[in-house]
């Protein structure tokens, strides 16, 4: 398995009562994710209201390429790069006036939604599928992108209809010992494997990676999960939320977004990208 992998994970924050924020001091959000502390800030400078991010960790030689998508009504959706390293470990994600944020906030709060994308290292694995237990119960080799994965052919094929046709249809694989799978993730497939098996729960982090696995291998039970933490747990936002209902047609966390009220006062450009997504469907 590489190293590392493009993964992703999400900070929404509330900044409360930004009005009351003086010169130069701050409010602080602070997560971990990948081994790095994570502090969002906003402050203001005695002109502008500027919200950055920060990332520290506890090699002194590192470097981390990043892609962040910032959500911050009312100011523009942006998308930007940054290499995080030990000397250079701060970006400015907002710079605003806030005449300009005030008639957009509710109780003067300011909501704020950012989601990194890296090439994380690769989380230790929760349940391994190649050691010696797992080919004792095993009848079946999966290769997948040159990593074995030995399981169950009755376990998989009752929580996929793709597995069940594959196994125990009139395919020629159904004869086989050992299958090779193109077109997937291993990462992914790991971490659909562990949810299944109950090794592991979703994660902002995992949760696409899991939808798209448990969609191919139409895995009834694996969806259901992803819905249902998108629906109660994620803090991703209510667009990135949408798009995987509509991608994955996922309608009962389609209808809690379009149920859900606070994104028309909170989140308007959020409220026009779901009536254009629904337009195209």
Known sequence: MNQSKKRSFVINHIFRKIGQVTYYSGLYYEQSHFDTDWVLCF????TWNIVTLKATRLEDDWSMETKIEIDCEPVEYQQKSHTFSKNNNEIELVR??????????????????????SNFPVKKKLRNFDDDVAKEVSDVLLIIEN????VSKLFLASHSTYFKSLFFGSFEESKKSEIELKDIDADDFQDFLELIN??????????EGILAIADFFDAKTALRRCEDFLMRFSKDSLRNKFGLAIKYKLDNLKNKCHSDDCYRRILPGTSDYIERQDDYE
């Not at 402050?43 to 005695?46: I, S």
């Not at 605003?96 to 994308?117: A, E, G, M, Q, R």
């Open 147 to 150: 990593q074995k994965f030995y």
């Open 198 to 207: 109950g090794e592991s729960y979703v994660e902002d982090g995992t949760v």
């Open 96 to 117: 605003t006036d806030y005449s300009y944020l005030k008639p957009h906030l509710v109780d003067d709060n300011l909501n704020i939604h950012v989601k990194i994308f």
């Open 43 to 46: 402050r203001y400078d005695g």
